[in-house]
């Protein structure tokens, strides 16, 4: 599976951004796609997953009623609106998959359960 991470930027805060992850190489129809974001001297963090079969979704605590990720399945491509963006929100997003499965309450930020990921892309936010 190859994952292509595009859309960051440089925007005010109170702006909004649309994150875009093209995927090609699935080899089933069930997967899920999660987006992360690593700050500087932070660790990586799980922002937002959705499955492909229901676009069942989860966001991470920091982003839910800003963010919204949505699945374009005929063009195998996963958004992220990023809306009333804070500098907080600075990172490095990295979009992830796995195949076979669906994000999960317990697990849907847990790095280590995505084997695929793309090479990330930048958001800043001036205050």
């Known amino acids: 599976v190859q994952l292509q991470a595009s859309g960051g930027g440089l925007v005010q805060a109170g702006g909004s951004l649309r994150l875009s992850c093209a995927a090609s190489?699935?080899?089933?129809?069930?997967?899920?796609i999660a987006w992360f974001r690593q700050a500087p001297g932070k660790e990586r963090e799980g922002v937002s997953c959705?499955?492909?079969?229901?676009?069942?979704?989860y966001y991470g605590d920091s982003v839910k009623g800003r963010f919204t990720v949505s699945n374009d399945n005929a063009k195998n491509t996963v958004h992220l609106q990023m809306n009333n963006l804070k500098p907080e929100d600075t990172a490095v997003y990295y979009c992830?998959?796995?195949?076979?499965?669906?994000?999960?309450?317990?697990?849907?930020?847990?790095?280590?359960?995505?084997?695929?990921w793309g090479q990330g892309t930048l958001v800043t936010v001036s205050s």
């Open positions: 992830a998959a796995e195949e076979l499965v669906r994000c999960a309450r317990s697990s849907w930020n847990v790095r280590s359960r995505f084997a695929s």
């Open positions: 190489g699935f080899t089933f129809d069930r997967y899920a």
């Open positions: 959705i499955s492909s079969d229901d676009g069942d979704t």
